[in-house]
């Protein structure tokens, strides 16, 4: 079954902890994306990968990491230095960055207590 | 990319066409119009994406303007599952930069 993975679908941590929120696709994709939504409001680009072992940051990407070590997996640190983590982050992908269609994991709802 | 104007809501009723326009009167001639949408707690789901010429698929139409300065997406039978948040984006080709998200309009389809 093919597709885009992000677990788990809710996450919880303590305020001043880093957290890992993983991205996992089996469709052979170059291109993948981190994206953040509040509510009410449209996706936010974090950072987003065109190939592996390279990545450039987006709209929002003080507070995040990312690493694309393998070309199916693109995994975000929240760190302790982004001051408002809470939210829901989707992750997508797309097979090349000259193609027209992103597709989107289902998404991690991340609540900092 | 050129900006996009959605109005924040609308309403349809089941079993009747929903039309949601977009104003994006700033494009330039190598910027398409794609739309997504977002289902409630999920991740957005592509629709349909046109430059010019009307398009149609299996989910919906996309009527643009001659002028292209705006453009319509129709989904011809809305149900209940259609209820979501509608996005029209403007891209820019080569499509080598990642899609921007406005706020989209809400679209509740009642029974």
């Known amino acids: 079954d093919g597709g885009i993975t992000q677990s788990p679908k809710y996450l919880f941590r303590k305020e001043g902890q880093n957290v890992t929120l993983s991205c996992e696709q089996n469709?052979?994709?170059?291109?993948m994306y981190w994206y953040r939504q509040d509510p009410g409001q449209g996706l936010r680009l974090i950072y987003y990968?065109?190939?592996?072992?390279?990545?450039q940051k987006g709209d929002i990407a003080e507070g995040y990491s990312v690493s694309r070590e393998k070309k199916e997996s693109f995994p975000l640190t929240v760190t302790s230095a982004q001051k408002n983590p809470t939210a829901f982050y989707l992750c997508?992908?797309?097979?090349?960055?000259?193609?027209?269609?992103?597709?989107f994991g289902p998404g991690t709802r991340l609540t900092v207590l | 990319d050129a900006k996009t104007t959605q109005p924040p809501s609308m309403d349809c009723a089941e079993g009747r066409a929903a039309n949601l326009p977009c104003n994006h009167s700033?494009?330039?001639?190598?910027?398409?119009v794609y739309w997504y949408r977002q289902i409630h707690s999920q991740g957005p789901q592509y629709i349909i994406h046109?430059?010019?010429n009307n398009e149609t698929n299996e989910m919906a139409s996309l009527i643009i303007t001659e002028d292209r300065k705006s453009s319509t997406l129709i989904l011809p039978h809305a149900t209940l599952r259609d209820t979501a948040v509608y996005y029209c984006?403007?891209?820019?080709?080569?499509?080598?930069?990642?899609?921007?998200f406005g706020k989209g309009t809400r679209l509740s389809v009642i029974a």
């Open positions: 997508a992908s797309c097979k090349g960055p000259y193609t027209d269609t992103q597709y």
């Open positions: 469709l052979n994709h170059d291109a």
């Open positions: 990968s065109q190939i592996v072992n390279d990545f």
């Open positions: 700033t494009i330039s001639g190598n910027e398409y």
């Open positions: 046109g430059l010019k």
């Open positions: 984006i403007v891209r820019k080709w080569p499509w080598n930069t990642p899609l921007v």
